[in-house]
């Protein structure tokens, strides 16, 4: 724990020590406001679909599909949280 911490700090380190003309270049400048969509897109599927070794489809694949059709039915964001989590806990319950 004590190295992931100081990996992450050296990180931060690194990027306050980076020239303000390179942060202010228009590429990394979108490359940073697009960048988290995908890696929060990731971190979902992994958490949804990763076992030990393996996919697995369970309740959180369920939970995230009821989400998933509740997002693009536009309902309110509570409403896509509920359903996702009354579905997997329901799928479990079985």
Same mark, same amino acid.
């Given at each position: 724990?004590?190295?992931? =911490? @100081? ?9 306050? =020590? ?18 988290? &969509? ?6 979902? &599927?992994?958490? !949804?679909?990763?076992?030990?070794? =393996? ?6 694949? #369920?939970?995230? /599909?009821?989400? #998933?059709? @509740?997002?693009?039915?536009? #309902?309110?964001?509570?409403? &896509?949280?509920?359903? /996702? /989590?009354?579905?997997? !806990?329901?799928?479990? !319950?079985?």
């Amino acid at each position: 724990m004590l190295l992931g =911490s @100081l990996g992450c700090f050296v990180l931060k380190l690194a990027g306050w =020590s980076l020239p303000a003309r390179w942060l202010d270049d228009p590429r990394l400048q979108r490359a940073a406001v697009l960048l988290p &969509v995908p890696l929060l897109a990731a971190l979902v &599927v992994v958490q !949804a679909f990763a076992g030990e070794r =393996s996919l697995e489809l369970d309740a959180r694949a #369920a939970g995230l /599909a009821v989400g #998933a059709v @509740l997002v693009l039915l536009r #309902a309110p964001f509570l409403a &896509v949280v509920l359903g /996702a /989590a009354v579905t997997a !806990a329901l799928l479990r !319950a079985l």
